[in-house]
């Protein structure tokens, strides 16, 4: 073989590995379904799985929230698709929201999901046109969940038991 | 040294050390990159390579070459950098008193082989003894004191161990893989290194000083 295709190839493909393990440090993915998922993405080529996704958004219609969560985790199991991540987040808050108090694991996970929708979305902007919620984009969800885990004077009110849940 | 050495063998072994040396075994498995003294003592390790000659720097990088030729060297310096500073990294121990030895008695070995090592063979055995001493004391000394005791008298052991050294010597728990791919590492490194061009041999004239 000619040296200089030897040393093109070489170079091609060292730098080819060289950014997949800046991208393995920089994304610290945690599954190889993530791994791949995520290769598949930067290519165009990650679909979710539309069966699991609509199974989840039945479930969490009729409130039946981990069993969403598990449907849509099926969906996306690389957690790259903004919209899935988006119906996650908004079952966790949906499942932590209390008249009384809201459940603070549930909402720290959500948050943490909101992040990832917000991330996977394109220039971080992410729209849902679902009639059944409230809350439409991921930045109302994230300020929501944000506010469910401060604490401060106004909790005390005796009002926000008749606040609606979202 | 041949061209699919330089451009394909060279960088993958490098990359390779550098993508397993970043692994971190805590609660979840993470990529961290190297500490800013993992660099410093990188540098220092580079520059005994290059002073040995078991990295001839112009073998990489000389106007000589073609421009490709320099390109894929620079890669191979660039990799073998990286390399370096995440092995040194991965053999670091993480936390209180054991890092701090640890990165002084690394400072002090590779300070101590950049000044009296001129031989290539010697450099790379004492670097084979440093990194593999830094592996037995990271990932079988230490990994054995903080692992989890399996009995009461195991763990009443290890909670008095703890407490008499104010929890500076124990370290998170290593799962057994730790070990295994720090070991991958490091063999895969020297190999690396050790497939570096070799310095050419002295020409003899066949003349005698009288």
Redesign the interface.
Known sequence: MREPIVRSAGLVGALAYAAAIGWLYVTQPQTAAQVTGGFASIVGAYRIDQQAFDDGLRFFRQDQFVEARAAFARADPAERDARTQFYIAYAYYRQGWGRVYNDDALFAKGLATVDRAIAAAPDGRLLVDDTNLLMHSADELRAELQRGLTKDASDLNPMRVFRPRK | MT??R???IL??IF?TV??VG?ADFGQ????V?ASLFALVLAVMLVAALVRCGALQTARFLHGSR?P??N??GF?VLT?LFAASAQLLWMLTPRSGLPMFFVDVLLFVLLLNTLVATTDRVRLLRSLAITLGSALVLKFVVLAGLSAPGTSRTARVMMALFDAATFGSIAQSPQPAAGGYLAFLAVATYLVGISLLPRPPEPIHTGMIRR
């Open positions: 061209p699919i330089e451009a394909v960088p993958a990359l550098a993508l970043g979840r498995v993470s990529l990159p073609t490709l030729a390109i894929n890669v990799s």
